[in-house]
């Protein structure tokens, strides 16, 4: 079964919360990746089966320009990841993330 992956990129910290923990809570996901883009924008990244990502960054889309001063800069869900993409970018489960694994 593919496992998917979705990120979601805000401008500011109280953003990234709400969208991290929307997107936790309301699909079965595990966040492999969360991390500084450039100055105040921040991304959290989420690994699941493809119908649960894209509900998963749906909901930290909607929380994430629900917070106060929360925007939203991009978002994007890839359905199936090659090998080698996982291999190079911080998108794999660890054993910080293994534990929540879903």
């Keep these: 079964m593919p496992m998917a992956v979705g990120v979601i990129e805000t401008l500011g910290f109280p953003a990234v919360l709400a969208a991290a923990d929307a997107m936790v809570k309301s699909a ?3 966040i492999v990746y ?3 883009a450039e100055s ?3 991304l959290v990244a989420v690994r699941g089966h493809v119908a649960e990502v894209q509900r ?3 909901a930290g889309i909607l ?3 629900q ?3 929360g925007q939203v800069i991009t978002h994007y869900i890839v359905p199936n990841p090659p090998e080698n993409v ?3 970018l911080p998108i ?3 054993e910080t993330s293994d534990p929540f694994r879903m």
């Design 40 to 42: 105040a924008r921040l």
């Design 63 to 65: 929380a994430g320009e």
């Design 86 to 88: 996982e291999t190079i």
């Design 92 to 94: 794999h489960f660890t």
């Design 56 to 58: 998963a960054v749906e």
């Design 67 to 69: 917070a106060y001063g």
């Design 28 to 30: 079965a996901v595990t």
């Design 34 to 36: 969360y991390g500084q």
